[in-house]
Structures are given as structure tokens and as C-alpha cells.
């Protein structure tokens, strides 16, 4: 017979605790009472009584007890009942479980806030009966408080709208059972305020059952009929093995029930002794105590030492482990990550080992507070030294935007990277950053200063170098090229090529006359050029394609004597300047402007204006034409003469 007793069997820390200071007042002598039976387990408090401690049940019994110390059971008390013992001038010793005792303090602080009380729990259970009795009553004496144990409890709760509620749980209370309660309440749409009060201790005791029971042919549960916890750890496993036993001491124990079952399972509450569940496995095992004290011998550990365990629970802001020792580990949420408010449950799982460093052996309520993040850390810092040490370049999402600069995250080992070194251009906005991966070299390396420096703009810049000696060693003059619209200026446009920019001079936008840049192209938009000259690493760009050149055929179209349309551009005091087409621009002297004198050609022209008139003369050498509208009205001899005397001239170049 194979034999497994659960890591987390027996005493959790409240239990262990309280019975400590029932020993210690033994020990110091006089009259010992106890405020209801210590624990939930009849061997104990027999035991105790033995000793000469006595159980007092009611206020009204502890009113003629003689003097002596008094001790508040882990499961707490009200306040009424509190002050009422306090009267009486007996000595308290409150040995009320922390876990408890932070649910008095919560309850208390938000009923006074005005919020509605909802204990998941059972309401006969002297834990919820205490807590109860911490809730601030409102003024107009109503009730403000209700204890909801089962769905059908749940399903009809109600409370006026705008009500807001505080749900708290009973610390040994089921933590699936809790969790649909809750699912049933805030699908009412209530504003609500939960806090997990279950103990860690229960839910990885519980969590550790249930996997126990999934692999076992039979299940030991050993714990007082009277306990809560027990109870649901029968329920627990009882869903998962259906031979499960629930005993309270060995002579409940029905070895020929059990004898036959290869894998037996051995679980117990929170109020169990050690010695119990030790004998119980001894009489199964046939081993001997001592060779079950020498198996059971607890690893001894120390701030800062590192330690491997074993995940039993994980709530969204706390993992619980089993290191050897003999107490749990706790590993909360800002010791896990850096990453702000992450879900726990999405990152590990049940069963997961994990390394961590112990912060503290005891972190005040009996646990061992241990660190994963610092851990990671210390690693991290190794990964990124050799990553300084070798130029690597590193990948990682942004975890923040900060005031100057990015924040980074390596194997939880924070690099920074500067706003100056994230990118060749100045970068007015650094919040598109965030949640991005970026690659980055690390360039300063000082853990002891918490300075680790990443260096972005370096790999930028040695990327577009290496990108521009490819364009360079590709392009030629005359070569079409397509590019991106960078930047634009009022004297032209730089067009990103892939490895450096181009300038496309105003000049070389059309061959027509371009006035604003920005009304031909905006930032990104995709453009085809082609290169005109390359100067060192300039490179300018032009989209005045020969073949587009409108005087190709301009002879033809603008031939002398040829009576064209077009319309007046701009004026001057010796003409008008008339375009024919996009890049063909004509002059109208005054003098040719009409038969009649004309002092200026703004005084019978205005731009924008569509004029007819003939070609008097063309060269297509240099470019020129000249109209007139006074040819077209003058006789064929006067027409002549005015040829003649060679009054038309074209200027513009």
C-alpha cells in the first residue's frame, strides 16, 4: 500500500497559535479559561482540560469564575462580547487567527462607509457569529448585514439600487463554493467591493485534497466532527474518491475498510494535531514513530536563501508554495512581477514549481514571505551583463512610458532607455511606445547604480547606414525610383528611397508652375521619380519625364500664325505672360495687346483671364513663343510692318 499524507495536513498557523497560548498560560500557572472550546477537536480541548483548563460557553458562566486569563479562541469574538469580558477583569490573551482579525477590521471600516455586508459563510459558525458582531450598525437601526451560504440564498438577495456592498468570507470556507456565491451577487449589478478572505492555509489545504483524491483509491480525513473546515475537506474529497473516510482519532479508523486500496490518500483539518495524522500513518504504514519523525524532518531556511516549491493555491494577487518548510510559502502579486495589476491565475497554475528567495522566514502571520521578481532579477541582470558584454541586441515589450524615456523589461531586470536614444529623430510623443516590442543593445551596465542604459537609436542608425550603402550601390542617373513623401518644404519635398532621402526641388515637381508644394503631395503619400543628379549622398529627384515634356510637339501645335486659346498667368509692365499648357508659357506684349494704346496690360487684362490670340513667333531652341491680339485684327500689310519692326520680344526665361 502506497501511503501520501497532504503537505498541508493538520495545525494551520490561527490553530497552532492559539494553542500555544493556551500552553504558555498553563505553564505560568493560575486559573485558565478558554472563550468556547480553543478548536474544533475534542481530543485537544480534552487534553487541555486535563491540564486544568476550563471551557466557558457564555458571558453569564465567566460572571462568577474566579479570576484568571481568559483566551479568545482563533475563531474571534464580537466587540459587545469583547468589552463585556474585559469588564470583568479577567486577563485577555486574543488569540484570534490575523486572517480574522483583518476581517473585524474590514467589515468594521466599510459598514461605517455606509456599505452592505455580505458574509459568505455558514451562520451558526462561531467565526461568522464574531464577525457579525464587528459591523458598525447604521443609525436608523436597520439591519445592514446578511450571511449567505448556499445558491438558493444567493439567487433571491436584493438590496435597494444604488446600495453599495462589501462581500467578506468566512476564512474556511470553500474557495470554488465562494467564488459562484459572488458570480451569483454581482450579476445583480450592484457596485460591490470583494475581498478573498479566505486563509491561505485552507485553500491550499483544500486545493492539495482535491488533487490528493483525484489519484487516490481511498481518502483519510481526519479532523473534530465539529470542524468546518474538516467538513469541507470530506466534501472535497468525497467528489473525487468515492471511498473517503472521515475519522476524528486512529480507533475510527477501519483498517480492513481500507486494507485492500493500493494508493491511500491522508488529508486533515485545520484542527488536527500533528500526532494524530502521524499515528494514523504509522498503523497504515506499519512504521514506526521515529522512522516517521526522521521521513517528516522540516528543511531549516534563512532570509535570502533560495528555495524550490511546489504551487499549491494561486489567487489573482497571491501564489502559495510548498517549500519543505513548515509553514507555506507567499509570493504576492508586486513579488511576483513588475507588470502592474496582473493576474496571477494567468501566469502560473497548481502543481507548478517555482524557484523564489525567502524575504522573510516569518512575514508576521506565520508564513514565509519569499520573492520570485528579485530572483528573476538577479538573473536578469547576469542575462543583460552578457548581452552588455557581447553587443547583443535584445527584443522586449515597453512595460511603461516614462518621464523621459521607456521603460523595459528583461527576465524582470529593468532596463531604461533614454528618449534621446530611442529613435534618430527627436520623438515628441513616447506613449505610442507603449506595450511595443522594441530591439535595443544595452550600452551602460551599472546594477549597483541601478543605471542599465538601452541604446535604440544606435541600431537605427546602423541600420539605415547599411540600407543607404545598398541604395547608393544600386541607383544611377535617369533611374526611376519610388519613395515615400517625407517631409515637406516650401522650396520642395524630401522622399524617404529606403536608406536615405531625396529632394524633389519645387522646380522638378511639374513641368508646369507649381506655386505650393503641399497642394501637390501630402506626408506618406507613395511617389514615383526618377533620379537627376547624385552628388555625393545627395540624390536629387525629379518628375519632369522627357517624354512628358510638352515641347516635343510644340512646333506643331504652336506653329506662327497659329490662332491658339489660353489664359493670362501673370502680368508685368512690358506684357502678359499667357500658358498655353502646363509648361508652355507665351508672352503677350503690351504693344500686341490691342490696335489701341496701351499703357499697362492690367489695365484691359487680368489673371486668370482666357485669351485668343496668334503666334507671331516661335523658338523652340530657347524655348520662347510670342502671341499677339493685334495681329488678328490688323490688316495683312500692317501686320507686316509690325513683323517688321521687330517690336515683339520675348523675354522670360
Known amino acids: 500500500m502506497k501511503i501520501t499524507t497532504a503537505k498541508s495536513a493538520g495545525f494551520c498557523f490561527g490553530v497552532q497559535r492559539a494553542v500555544e497560548v493556551v500552553y504558555k498560560e498553563i505553564e505560568n500557572g493560575g486559573k485558565v479559561y478558554t472563550y468556547g472550546p480553543i478548536i474544533h477537536n475534542e481530543e485537544v480541548v480534552d487534553e487541555l482540560k486535563q491540564m486544568g483548563v476550563r471551557v466557558i460557553n457564555s458571558l ?24 463585556e469580558i474585559a469588564s470583568y477583569g479577567h486577563d485577555i490573551k486574543d488569540a484570534t487567527c490575523p486572517f480574522v482579525k ?26 461568522v457569529e464574531g464577525i457579525v458582531g464587528w459591523i458598525k450598525k447604521p443609525a436608523d437601526g436597520g439591519v445592514n448585514y446578511a450571511v449567505i451560504m448556499e445558491e438558493e440564498e444567493a439567487k433571491p438577495f436584493s438590496v435597494p439600487i444604488g446600495q453599495k456592498l462589501c462581500i467578506v468570507s468566512q476564512t474556511t470556507f470553500n474557495y470554488k463554493k465562494f467564488q459562484d456565491l459572488v458570480e451569483i451577487i454581482s450579476e445583480k449589478g450592484y457596485d460591490i467591493f470583494v475581498l478573498n478572505t479566505i486563509c491561505n492555509a485552507t485553500q491550499a489545504r483544500q486545493s492539495e485534497a482535491y488533487q490528493l483524491a483525484k489519484v487516490s483509491d481511498a481518502m483519510i480525513v481526519i479532523g ?36 485492500s486500496f493500493r494508493n ?18 504509522t498503523v497504515m504504514s506499519e512504521k514506526s514513530f521515529q522512522q516517521l519523525l526522521e521521513e517528516e524532518e522540516v528543511v531549516k531556511i534563512s532570509n535570502g536563501d533560495v528555495v524550490e516549491g511546489t504551487v499549491l493555491a494561486v489567487k489573482e494577487d497571491e501564489i502559495i508554495l510548498n517549500i519543505g518548510y513548515k509553514s507555506e510559502g507567499i509570493i504576492t502579486r508586486n513579488e511576483y512581477t513588475n507588470t502592474p495589476n496582473m493576474d496571477l491565475t494567468t501566469a502560473v497554475k497548481v502543481g507548478d514549481t517555482l524557484q523564489a528567495k525567502v524575504l522573510k522566514v516569518n512575514d508576521g502571520e506565520g508564513q514565509v514571505a519569499l520573492t520570485y521578481k528579485r530572483l528573476a532579477a538577479e538573473k536578469g541582470n547576469k542575462r543583460l ?50 506595450g511595443q516590442e522594441i530591439s535595443f543593445v544595452i550600452t551602460e551596465f551599472n546594477p549597483r547604480k541601478r543605471r542599465i542604459i538601452g541604446n535604440r537609436k544606435l541600431l537605427i542608425v546602423a541600420e539605415k547606414e547599411k540600407l543607404k550603402k545598398a ?41 508646369g508652375r507649381v506655386d505650393n508644394p503641399r497642394k501637390l503631395f501630402k506626408v506618406g503619400d507613395k511617389v514615383t521619380t526618377f533620379i537627376k543628379n547624385i552628388n555625393g549622398d545627395k540624390i536629387a529627384l525629379s518628375l519632369k519625364f522627357e517624354n512628358q515634356n510638352p515641347w516635343i510637339d510644340a512646333e506643331t501645335k504652336y506653329a506662327v500664325g497659329n490662332i491658339i486659346t489660353g489664359t493670362v498667368a501673370r502680368m508685368t509692365d512690358f506684357g502678359a505672360f499667357v500658358e498655353l499648357e502646363p509648361g508652355i508659357d507665351a508672352l503677350l506684349h503690351v504693344s500686341q495687346i ?3 494704346h496701351v499703357d499697362k496690360p492690367s489695365d484691359v487684362l487680368k489673371i486668370g483671364q482666357e485669351i485668343t490670340s496668334k503666334v507671331v513667333e516661335l523658338n523652340t531652341e530657347d524655348r520662347k513663343i510670342s502671341l499677339s491680339i ?18 515683339v520680344e520675348v523675354t522670360e526665361e
Not at 63 to 79: C, F, N, Q, Y
Not at 108 to 125: A, F, L, T
Open 594 to 596: 490691342s490696335k489701341e
Open 385 to 434: 551583463e552578457e548581452a552588455f558584454n557581447k553587443e547583443e541586441v535584445l527584443t522586449a515589450k515597453v512595460s511603461a512610458v516614462l518621464n523621459g524615456g521607456l521603460s523595459v523589461i528583461i527576465d524582470e531586470a529593468r532596463v531604461f532607455i533614454p528618449a534621446s536614444l530611442i529613435s534618430d529623430t527627436y520623438q515628441k510623443d513616447l506613449t505610442k511606445y507603449n
Open 102 to 127: 483583518k476581517i473585524h477590521k474590514v467589515v468594521r471600516e466599510q459598514s461605517e462607509q455606509g456599505r452592505y455586508v455580505v458574509i459568505i459563510g455558514n451562520p451558526e459558525h462561531p467565526e
Open 224 to 259: 473534530g466532527k465539529a470542524s468546518s473546515n474538516t467538513r469541507k475537506l470530506y466534501d472535497i474529497c468525497k467528489k473525487e474518491c468515492e471511498n473517503t473516510y472521515y475519522i476524528q482519532k486512529l480507533d475510527d479508523l477501519d483498517l480492513n475498510k481500507i486494507k
Open 471 to 511: 541604395l547608393f550601390e544600386r541607383i544611377e542617373v535617369g533611374m526611376k525610383i519610388e519613395g515615400t513623401v517625407k517631409n515637406i518644404t516650401d522650396f520642395g519635398a524630401f522622399i524617404d528611397l529606403g536608406g536615405a532621402d531625396g529632394l524633389l526641388h519645387i522646380s522638378e515637381m511639374s513641368w
Open 264 to 281: 491511500v490518500g491522508i488529508t486533515a483539518g485545520a484542527s488536527t494535531p500533528n500526532n494524530i495524522i502521524k499515528e494514523v500513518h
Open 630 to 647: 493685334k495681329a488678328m485684327e490688323a490688316p495683312e500689310n500692317e501686320k507686316d510692318e509690325t513683323e517688321a519692326s521687330g517690336e
Open 60 to 83: 453569564e458562566e465567566l460572571k462568577d469564575a474566579p479570576k484568571g486569563t481568559i483566551i479568545l479562541r482563533s475563531h474571534g469574538v464580537t466587540e459587545a462580547v469583547y468589552e
